[in-house]
């Protein structure tokens, strides 16, 4: 079979490239050696924002309770819940698969390894199909990486595709790496009803992608939920033990809990390719390393989290449109991503987008910062949910970045973007009407909030 | 006493310009008769949010009972909430007070009247002060309108003042007026367990300053709530009668409820002004005309509710910023507010910003419009709250307006602001990144979805 795209991968990236060239009038074959959605659907974002958001009622109770305006109980069902992500998950992959043979796509379902630098095989279990190709297009995302010392048994030391499925709360757990996987899992834990959290990373700081005023917010926010946090701890060894497990640290000291959760970063996916056929090398880290184009040879390129540029969905999903236009000759200029939002999701959340005043520093910069407290903003104050902030990036004299930490300050992301890629000035902030009131305003009051030094 | 700036009412508009003309170096008196903060804070949306932002849970908890998600039950604490709004709006109350002492504003607590074009006179019980000045801003505000036939008593026949205190939740509640603020104040009710909800309108729908689109949403979600409604009734009359009220349609019609709630609308507040000692007069319905530079003389503006262009706070801090600035003679273009945004507090929220499909074939236009139901968000559907959608308007090919219906999207609001204001095109759609998974995602979806004729 003859295509003029051969994309590899079903996931945010392979689906919308697959997609996109294919709109374009490009013959497109798409190769999917699982489900159709990636990591994203299946595995990620979504399930796990399935467990926050039906879980999120309990969060806001807690809250108002605190202050007394609400009492009662919320009891999670993890049966219907699972049900229920499951349902979305199906039905999204179903309508997925729908509208790639709506735009003929041939669908290939099987393991896909290149034969030349302009051919492939997909091999399932029935059958094997020869595809040529002028061009592909990488897209196989990443795994749940795992160290030496620390294999799952995925009976009670998790990744977090196996957190994902859980059924029944263990009474305690340790979640070893608190980025944003790491902290968006002990969150649902602790809505279950984990009783005993223990987050370990080697780093001095959760989060530690995020400005470090955010990390503390963080910590100080969670630590009031009664977790326990080893920071700067480098994991010796995790294992399965009698009930449950044993972490012991490089300091020797040990922990103990019924179940463990590894979060330590994620892995390019790219075993089985056999990316020498097709003259490729992934760099040390196993990534495939992109020109300008988002190519990693002449005729193919790689998208999303295998290429490690950003590990995010909605980033390989700008990207598959580039790379799908650059592919059917309908893009010729270099890929430029524009701001390139993220989100840590449950409660509280936490946005970013565009520079952090530590990267600006680092490239020798000289950047100003603005910052406006959640507390004074009378939504926050309505939600008895009144930690945390807003903090403007500013190059000179335009907004550079934003980060925000809080219950809902995820509503920030979209404006917050266009203020970066318009590069708003303080005028801008003070002729445009935010409304009243709302928890935006507590962006409008950082965006006029006196600045200093970064 | 004389001074550059006399200001009449502190309000979200009378204070914005007192503290804005205090910092551009102006003299300024401000006369308030009441309390600082006016009826946003007191007695309008900053108490109503509170009340709904405290009890949202009940909310969300109930979504997630339809699909059997969680269980549990919740219960409001009416007295804590009331103190906790009180403690709230008083703590404002009061670093309003002393923000304005830090600026350099007299504050002269009184009703102020006018003794002619260019003096006026503020009478407490205590004292009287008289004011010389060059130029002033009326920002009196608007209070409930009540009509004849339906006159409050304040205990069973209530406006919107008094539901606000209410401190125990009548079994049966009729709502007369079904703009925003009999919306909101029957959510409010609802969560507060009023058994039986009656709404009235004269109009044919709920909410009738929204896209009819809009209206009809909202009739679908609120009648699942098993709240019932007469539309295109009018009251013949309204009292107490017994244990409870009585109201009469003009159809003969009888309703029966414990309390009722009248809430048809906001009549400007001049009374007391003496308005024509400076030469002024109001319309026919009150208000105090304005001209391009919001002046109602030549010395004397008028800004806020008090000149019926817009009664939404965010709009009167808008207005009360130009009219400081132009008074303080720093301003010399028309008044031109931008986009003003608009939102219906609650669950479903409505927002909008921009024009209306109707309001452009109104003046001949011929708009195009797309949508996006929120049933497809993968974050509507973990909040099991899937009704809904997103209504974007074009003209020429521009986005002029955005409005939606359904949970959280306020958080729409500052971005729609930033669309409508740069006239975004489809290619700024299809660029720019939004984080996945966001309920913002409908918003891009209605932005790139099939435009037909509005």
């Not at 902290?183 to 959290?197: D, K, S």
């Not at 449950?244 to 075993?271: Q, Y």
């Amino acid at each position: 079979m003859t295509f003029d795209l051969a994309v590899i991968g079903a996931g945010p990236a392979g689906y919308a490239a697959a997609f996109e060239a294919a709109s374009l009038g490009v013959s497109v074959a798409l190769a999917e050696r699982a489900e159709l959605g990636g990591t994203c659907l299946n595995r990620g974002c979504i399930p796990t924002k399935m467990l926050l958001g039906a879980t999120q009622p309990m969060e806001d109770l807690a809250a108002q309770a605190r202050v007394k305006t609400l009492s009662g109980e919320i009891a999670a069902n993890l049966d219907v819940l699972q049900t229920r992500k499951e349902r979305l998950v199906s039905a999204t992959r179903k309508a997925m698969r729908q509208r790639l043979k709506d735009a003929g796509v041939t669908l290939l379902m099987g393991e896909a390894s290149f034969t030349g630098p302009n051919s492939l095989r997909v091999q399932s279990a029935l059958d094997r199909t020869d595809v040529e190709f002028s061009k592909a297009i990488i897209a196989t995302g990443a795994r749940p990486a795992l160290f030496p010392g620390m294999e799952a048994d995925h009976e009670r030391v998790l990744d977090s595709d196996d957190f994902l499925e859980i059924r029944e709360a263990p009474a305690s757990l340790i979640v070893v790496g608190a980025g944003f996987i790491g902290l968006e899992t002990a969150q649902i834990a602790h809505r279950l009803g984990v009783g005993r959290l223990t987050l370990v990373d080697a780093m001095d700081r959760v989060a530690p992608a995020e400005d470090p005023e955010i990390s503390a917010a963080l910590m100080s926010i969670f630590k009031r939920r009664k977790w326990s946090f080893k920071l700067s701890a480098r994991v010796a060894s995790l294992k399965a033990e009698g009930q449950g497990v044993r972490l012991e640290l490089d300091s020797g000291e040990i922990l103990e809990a019924d179940k463990a959760l590894v979060a330590v970063g994620r892995k390019p996916s790219t075993e089985g390719l056999e990316l020498e056929a097709a003259g490729l090398a992934a760099d040390a880290r196993g990534f495939l390393p992109v020109d300008e184009s988002l190519r990693t040879s002449e005729s193919i390129y790689a998208i999303g989290d295998v290429n490690g540029r950003m590990q995010l969905a909605h980033a390989a999903e700008h990207q598959a449109s580039y790379a799908a236009r650059h592919a059917a000759g309908k893009e010729t200029a270099p890929y430029a991503p524009g701001p390139t939002p993220s989100i840590i999701y449950g409660d509280p959340e936490v946005m970013r987008v565009g520079a952090l005043a530590a990267e600006l520093l680092a490239a020798g910069e000289s950047p100003e910062v603005s910052k406006a407290m959640l507390v004074s903003n009378p939504i926050a104050q309505a939600h008895a949910s009144t930690q945390g902030f807003v903090k403007v990036v500013w190059r000179d004299g335009r907004v550079a970045g934003v980060t925000a930490v809080g219950t809902g300050v995820s509503r920030f992301t979209v404006a917050a973007s266009m203020m970066v890629q318009e590069r708003w000035r303080r005028e801008d902030a003070e002729s445009m009407m935010f409304p009243h009131p709302t928890l935006d305003e507590a962006l409008k009051e950082a965006l006029l909030a006196e600045r200093k030094a970064g």
